[in-house]
C-alpha cells in the first residue's frame, strides 16, 4: 500500500520561511493536500494539488509537487507564531477513496 | 467554518461497551469517510461511504461498521470497545473540492 513520510519537527523564526516536505510511493495518486491541526483540534485542509501540475500558490502557501522523485513540499512564506502546528501530508490513492497520511511536521515558530 | 459538524466533542466508555459516533455533511457531499487518529500519529482510513453504500474499507476489524443517510449524516458504531480503540475519530466529506475534516470526537476508553 501506499507510504508517505514526513520529517518530524522544523523550528523557524518568524518571518522566515517554512519549508515542509513530504515523499510518498504510490504513483498512481491523483490528488495530495496539505493539511494544518493545532492541539486538540480537528484537520483544517490548507491547500490540494492536482497530480498533473506541478505547483500551486495560495496567498503564503506554495505548493510543490516532482511527480518523478514522488516529492511533495508546502512552502508558508513569512511564517508567523499563529502558523505553529503539526502539518500532514495526505495522498488520495489511485482509485480514489482513501487518503493516506504522514506522520505529520510539528512546526515550530520562534520570535 | 467547516461544513462537517461531529457529535459529541468528547466520551469515555468503558471497555466491552458499545460506542455511536455521529457526523453531519454539507448538503450535497455524497461521500463520507471516517479516520482514526492516534495520539502521536496521522490519521488511519477507516471506511467510505457514497450514496449510503460503503465504498472501501481499511485494515479495522467487522467491529468498525458505520451508515450514512439521506440528509447527508453518517454515524460510526463500535463495539466490544478494547483500550486501544482510544484515539480521535474524525469523519471528512467530499464535495469536488477537497476533503473537509470535522473537529473530531475524542473517545477515551478505559
Known amino acids: 500500500g501506499e507510504d508517505v513520510e514526513q520529517s518530524l519537527f522544523l523550528s523557524v523564526r518568524e518571518g522566515d520561511s517554512s519549508v515542509i516536505n513530504c515523499t510518498y510511493t504510490?504513483?498512481?495518486?491523483?490528488?495530495l493536500y496539505w493539511y494544518k491541526q493545532e492541539p486538540g483540534a480537528g484537520l483544517q485542509l490548507l491547500t490540494y494539488?492536482?497530480?498533473?501540475?506541478d505547483m500551486k500558490q495560495d496567498q503564503r502557501l506554495t505548493v510543490l509537487l516532482n511527480k518523478k522523485d514522488k516529492h511533495l513540499s508546502l512552502r508558508i512564506a513569512d511564517t508567523q507564531t499563529g502558523d505553529s502546528a503539526i502539518y500532514f501530508c495526505?495522498?488520495?490513492?489511485?482509485?480514489?477513496?482513501?487518503?493516506?497520511f504522514g506522520t505529520g511536521t510539528q512546526l515550530k515558530v520562534e520570535l | 467554518e467547516t461544513g462537517v459538524t461531529q457529535s459529541p466533542t468528547h466520551l469515555i466508555k468503558t471497555r466491552g461497551q458499545q460506542v455511536t459516533l455521529r457526523c453531519s455533511s454539507q448538503?450535497?457531499?455524497?461521500?463520507v469517510s471516517w479516520y482514526q487518529q492516534a495520539l502521536g500519529q496521522g490519521p488511519q482510513f477507516i471506511f467510505q461511504?457514497?450514496?449510503?453504500?460503503?465504498?472501501g474499507r481499511g485494515n479495522f476489524p467487522p467491529r468498525f461498521s458505520g451508515l450514512q443517510f439521506p440528509n447527508y449524516s453518517s454515524e460510526l458504531n463500535v463495539n466490544a470497545l478494547e483500550l486501544d480503540d482510544s484515539a480521535l475519530y474524525l469523519c471528512?466529506?467530499?464535495?469536488?473540492?477537497?476533503?473537509?475534516f470535522g473537529s473530531g470526537t475524542r473517545l477515551t476508553v478505559v
Open positions: 495526505a495522498v488520495l490513492e489511485g482509485g480514489g477513496n482513501k487518503l493516506t
Open positions: 504510490d504513483s498512481s495518486s491523483t490528488y
Open positions: 494539488i492536482f497530480s498533473n501540475m
Open positions: 448538503s450535497g457531499h455524497n461521500t
Open positions: 461511504y457514497y450514496r449510503e453504500e460503503e465504498n
Open positions: 471528512a466529506s467530499e464535495g469536488g473540492d477537497g476533503y473537509t
